[in-house]
């Protein structure tokens, strides 16, 4: 059974930094493609990054492009969101998601059949 954990957010100012875990168990994330999305209160959830089975990332967020990243270790099994500079509008359940069945990036929410529970992540001051 695959299972997807997420870690790592919290409550931090403005221009902060937080590094969201994502640790799978059941399945080998470096098979296939991972995602991070996030929901804020109001909005539709939304792609951030993605990373695939080749290590390359995919930025669907105009808005974290310099600074976000997303990185995978094999070893643990786990991918991360490393999150810089934060703003306030970065607040949001960030939830990690991967796909059993692709080795290449999406931004569309139901080609990714493992879902995290969500981590909550509040920027403000």
């Known amino acids: 059974q695959v299972q997807l954990v997420e870690s790592g957010g919290g409550l931090v100012q403005p221009g902060g930094s937080l590094r969201l875990s994502c640790a799978a168990s059941g399945f080998s994330l470096d098979l296939h493609a991972t995602a991070w999305f996030r929901q804020a209160p109001g909005k539709e959830r939304e792609g951030v990054l993605c990373i695939n089975a080749n290590d390359r990332s995919t930025n669907y967020a105009d808005s974290v492009k310099g600074r976000f990243t997303i990185s995978r270790d094999n070893a643990k099994n786990t991918v991360y969101l490393q999150m810089n500079n934060l703003k306030p509008e970065d607040t949001a359940v960030y939830y990690c998601?991967?796909?059993?069945?692709?080795?290449?990036?999406?931004?569309?929410?139901?080609?990714?059949?493992?879902w995290g529970q969500g981590t909550q992540v509040s920027v403000s001051s």
């Open positions: 998601a991967a796909t059993s069945v692709f080795r290449s990036c999406s931004n569309a929410a139901q080609v990714y059949d493992s």
